[in-house]
């Protein structure tokens, strides 16, 4: 049999969708069909962006296959570059009180929890721990305090990304025969997550990826001095057949985002590039101030 055709990994990436809303479902067929026609060519929805995301060798491919897709299957799309997914976590430890009280005509809501909140180590996710003792809440509202936080954290407390490796130990709180609930539970939980997250010396997290950059010997001075200027740190060198050099570095996501055109400038052309996601770091705090702005 053939050996098999090595394809290179495509690594301009856009995020797309269709100009007008009627087409969502139009767009996801037609960039399937391209994807069948053009094995260079790769799209995908990102879990944690929940962007539709397209990726191909070069800008023309993308603006060839865009302008196919207008032709053949009379679908428009916007395109614009794609989110990066910045996490948020603490640092310090809190410890406070969510209390959720209405009172309305007839029934009313109430709903008390203390937590601690602590950092978790860098990876490690969510914890919960109930050490709620003699039944001060309940044992049938301490899932919904749990799911109240776990949403919470979902959305994001200083910058809308999502809280991740934190520790969050309900211990202490109250209910009220009548008006308590599984619902007022919940949002005591989720008022709780604002205060306390915002108490503990909360950051940014952001994605950094490990490239392997392909130059001729000249450029590697021009390489070396880009990809310092992007926060990157390189991480070795090493000779490539052909009068080249493969240079390895870790860098920041949001820095590499438009990567592939620049190196094309940087190199005369004669560049290529892979990357992989490596692990997350924290964000300097100027680079953090213009992202909460």
Do not use: C, W
Request: charged residues 30%.
């Amino acid at each position: 049999s053939l050996p098999e055709i090595q394809l290179p990994e495509p690594m301009v990436k856009l995020a797309i969708e269709a100009k007008s809303r009627g087409d969502d479902d139009k767009i996801g067929e037609a960039l399937h069909r391209l994807a069948e026609e053009d094995p260079t060519f790769v799209h995908y929805r990102d879990p944690d962006t929940h962007e539709h995301v397209i990726k191909g060798m070069g800008d023309l491919q993308l603006e060839i296959l865009l302008a196919r897709m207008k032709n053949k299957y009379h679908v428009e799309a916007e395109t614009r570059l794609p989110k990066v997914a910045y996490r948020e976590t603490i640092k310090g430890k809190s410890d406070v009180q969510g209390k959720h009280k209405k009172q309305s005509g007839g029934h009313g809501q109430y709903g008390d929890v203390k937590i601690k909140f602590s950092p978790n180590g860098r990876g490690e996710g969510y914890e919960f721990v109930d050490s709620i003792v003699g039944g001060v809440v309940p044992r049938q509202y301490i899932p919904h305090v749990d799911k109240g936080i776990q949403e919470s954290l979902l959305r994001g407390v200083i910058a809308g990304y999502p809280v991740v490796d934190v520790v969050a130990e309900l211990y202490f709180g109250s209910y009220h025969d009548v008006d308590s609930s599984e619902m007022a539970f919940k949002v005591a939980a989720s008022q709780a997550v604002t205060t306390g997250i915002k108490a503990a010396n909360p950051f940014l997290l952001e994605p950094i990826l490990e490239i392997e950059v392909t130059v001729p010997i000249e450029n590697m001075g021009d390489i070396n001095g880009d990809l310092s200027s992007r926060r990157g740190r390189i991480l070795g060198m090493e000779a490539a057949p052909g009068g080249k050099e493969v240079i390895r570095a870790s860098v920041p996501e949001s820095e590499v985002l438009r990567y592939a055109t620049d190196l094309r400038s940087l190199s005369g052309g004669r560049g290529t590039y892979t990357a992989k996601f490596s692990h997350y770091e924290e964000v300097p705090g100027d680079v953090t101030k213009g992202l909460l702005d």
